[in-house]
């Protein structure tokens, strides 16, 4: 009965199906709540990319012209350490941020897939479960690096005067 309904003789999900209109109370929130997701990997993205940038151009500004000399109790090689770390925890946040947008749309797609394929509504639901527990991962692993990249470089930075 399903493959009849729902799927064409070349086993290709039936486009009347996956085409035809959904009705907004099945899926207007779940749609808010999508967009509020992409928003807070962008920010996050930009945050991580943000931190980057500014190290790169403070390295240029603060390291490039730096005299020991004048600075007799700094150690050069843990401001060197702390640098390279910080910017290894804005790339990491970087990567977790983009692994939870794509989670978090490909959440999405189950979701929608879901509300107009009913047979295969468990499924789908079970699938968009399973990726909305990696992008809780991801953000919480986002943050955090964030977070700790961004104590890096005030400890770097501030360690310098």
Request: aromatic share 16%; glycine share 4%.
């Amino acid at each position: 009965m399903y493959k009849q309904k729902y799927l064409t003789e070349k086993n290709e999900l039936n486009p009347e199906i996956m085409y035809s209109p959904a009705e907004d109370k099945y899926y207007k929130s779940e749609i808010e709540i999508f967009d509020r997701w992409q928003s807070f990997s962008a920010e996050l993205l930009r945050l991580s990319l943000l931190g980057i940038a500014i190290f790169g151009f403070l390295y240029q500004k603060i390291f490039v012209d730096f005299d020991p000399a004048k600075y007799p109790n700094v150690s050069v090689s843990t401001i060197n350490w702390l640098s390279k770390a910080s910017v290894l925890c804005f790339a990491f946040a970087t990567v977790c941020a983009l692994i939870y947008r794509y989670g978090s749309t490909e959440a999405m797609t189950h979701f929608l897939r879901g509300v107009k394929n009913f047979p295969e509504r468990s499924q789908e639901l079970r699938e968009r479960n399973w990726w909305l527990k990696r992008c809780l991962i991801f953000k919480i692993l986002a943050a955090v690096s964030l977070g700790v990249g961004a104590g890096l470089s005030a400890t770097a930075i501030f360690g310098l005067f």
